[in-house]
């Protein structure tokens, strides 16, 4: 059996001058897989260390009524069927977390009511005023008031992930579980689950699915092919992986989606339908220095290893048009929503990660947990992790359009 000794993690820590910045930040040095920091709570837990239930209302009936036999069938089984990895907490996530395992069909009409009531209850609060008074009685208000919006983001946060899930859903798309060996195979493989390859790639647009082949080159190098055999890998590298791969997804449609804008209106820059010879050249030079990857498998990389296959692209050549902060402004991810929703699914795949940090400044890998897992379960998990991205974009475009007005993260 062949063995990953490790993946060489280039994650590097960029730290923006205004310390009140509160997006996540992708550091371009090559469309084909970018790394990412983030002055947020992922970047302390999977990149730093590495270079109400429903609300009655008019109208509300029929929810009211299945959120009632929902809520007593949760009672009486003690447990829903588990459809997803991470597991929503807020009774706003919990009950469409059961409208997602019983009635799939409901959760769009279920959320635009929760975002509906969401909005009235911070309009309402907006409309209080707070106390003349100090002291006490003016901390506890704010203390109030802090609590409220924190559940909120919260519900906003697990709104969002619902939405996440419900498109997996509609494309027949069963997420990974959380990984662990399975039962049934002795190898102590964690990669149990079916091969859905050819269904997220059609997920995607013919230019978006080519630059997920390239993103999946750099990753696997000449083993992108080789699907059957398995790698004993650290569990840490594979979960940086998934979590920079989905917001390498949601980077790609948010750049895919004015592509495909101006390729409709026939607003292209010129020279789009010729090949960039010397963009490929750049690109896959910075790439062998400064992205994540497969770096030393069993045996070492072949001369057609790491970066092999790397093709000149139409949406590769388009982004590497960008001027700065053009750029900058599409790779930012929105709201720290989103943000917290990528680092709870990355740990509720891989587990909370135990980093430890030796008084030379180095990480003692002594405590990393490895995992036997084929290159097809590797390819598995990035395809996934980059639909993931992708539907993130689009149901926070969702959120943010369906709410009157911004609310505090959005």
């Not at 004993?232 to 989905?246: E, P």
């Amino acid at each position: 059996m062949e063995a990953a000794t490790a993946i060489r993690s280039s994650f590097h820590i960029y730290r923006p001058s205004n310390s009140s910045a509160r997006s996540g930040v992708l550091i371009t040095n090559g469309p084909d897989f970018i790394p990412f920091s983030f002055k947020s709570r992922l970047s302390s837990r999977w990149i730093k260390h590495y270079p109400s239930v429903l609300h009655s209302n008019p109208g509300s009936r029929r929810f009211s009524a299945i959120g009632a036999s929902l809520s007593s069938a949760f009672e009486s089984d003690g447990s829903t069927s588990q459809i997803a990895p991470l597991r929503l907490e807020s009774p706003i996530g919990q009950f469409l977390y059961q409208i997602l395992v019983s009635h799939p069909h409901l959760v769009p009409a279920a959320v635009e009511q929760q975002l509906e009531q969401l909005q009235t209850d911070r309009d309402a609060e907006k409309k209080q005023e707070e106390p003349s008074a100090s002291g006490t009685d003016l901390v506890l208000y704010r203390r109030i008031a802090e609590v409220k919006a924190n559940e909120r983001r919260k519900a906003l946060e697990e709104i969002l992930y619902a939405l996440v899930v419900k498109k997996f859903m509609d494309a027949d798309v069963t997420l990974v579980p959380t990984l662990a060996p399975s039962s049934s195979d002795s190898s102590g493989r964690v990669d149990s689950w079916a091969s859905q390859d050819e269904k997220l790639e059609q997920l995607h647009s013919p230019e978006a699915h080519e630059m997920i082949q390239n993103h999946l080159a750099l990753i696997l190098g000449n083993r992108v092919s080789d699907a059957n055999s398995v790698a004993q890998i650290s569990k840490l590298r594979v979960g940086q992986v998934y979590a920079a791969s989905v917001m390498y997804g949601y980077f790609l449609k948010r750049v895919d989606q004015r592509f495909q804008l101006e390729k409709s209106m026939k607003v292209l820059p010129d020279g789009m339908n010729e090949e960039e010879t010397n963009i490929e050249m750049r690109s896959q030079s910075q790439s062998d220095s400064s992205n994540p990857e497969v770096s030393s498998w069993s045996g070492g990389i072949s001369p057609g290893g790491f970066g092999h296959g790397i093709k000149p692209t139409r949406l590769r050549t388009y982004v590497m048009s960008f001027d700065a902060e053009t750029l900058q402004k599409y790779a930012t991810i929105r709201s720290k929503e989103a943000v917290s929703i990528i680092e709870k699914h990355t740990e509720a795949l891989f587990g909370r990660p135990e980093i430890v940090v030796t008084p030379q400044g180095t990480i003692d890998s002594s405590k990393d947990e490895l995992v036997k897992i084929s290159f097809g379960g590797l390819k598995r998990l990035v395809l996934e992790a980059v639909t993931f991205g992708s539907f993130l974009w689009d149901v926070e475009s969702y959120v943010d359009s369906s709410l009157v007005s911004s609310t505090s993260c959005l």
